[in-house]
């Protein structure tokens, strides 16, 4: 499985961003999703997951992110609104394979990670 993050960029306390990451390498649907983002000095923390049954989001972005994918194309986005500083980090996709009902929150549950695409929101 390869993963390509991509989307990131500078925008404006209350703008929008939409991250894009694509899919290759094997069956797309049999995985679930993640996005997860790390800032300079902290822990890669969970953002927003998609499952085959359920889809969960950090409080921090409740409201604000929406994650969905397109399993023709193979590819998850993460569309960000109301940004704020707080959000500036680096984003990274992340697959597992489906097994579970509930969506995975933690890095050690991903087999599959993209590079990262860097998000800086400016106040």
């Known amino acids: 499985v390869q993963l390509q993050a991509s989307g990131g960029g500078l925008a404006q306390t209350g703008g929008s961003l939409r991250l894009s990451c694509a899919f290759s390498?094997?069956?797309?649907?049999?995985?679930?999703m993640a996005w997860f983002r790390q800032a300079p000095g902290k822990e890669r923390e969970f953002v927003a997951g998609?499952?085959?049954?359920?889809?969960s989001y950090a409080d921090s972005v409740k409201g604000r992110f929406t994650i969905s994918r397109d399993n023709a194309k193979k590819t998850v986005y993460l569309q960000m609104n109301s940004l704020k500083p707080e959000d500036t980090a680096v984003y990274y996709c992340?697959?597992?394979?489906?097994?579970?009902?509930?969506?995975?929150?933690?890095?050690?549950?991903?087999?599959?990670w993209g590079r990262g695409t860097q998000v800086t929101v400016s106040s």
């Open positions: 998609l499952g085959h049954y359920a889809t």
């Open positions: 992340a697959a597992k394979w489906a097994k579970e009902v509930t969506v995975a929150i933690t890095t050690t549950e991903y087999d599959y």
């Open positions: 390498g094997r069956t797309f649907s049999n995985y679930d």
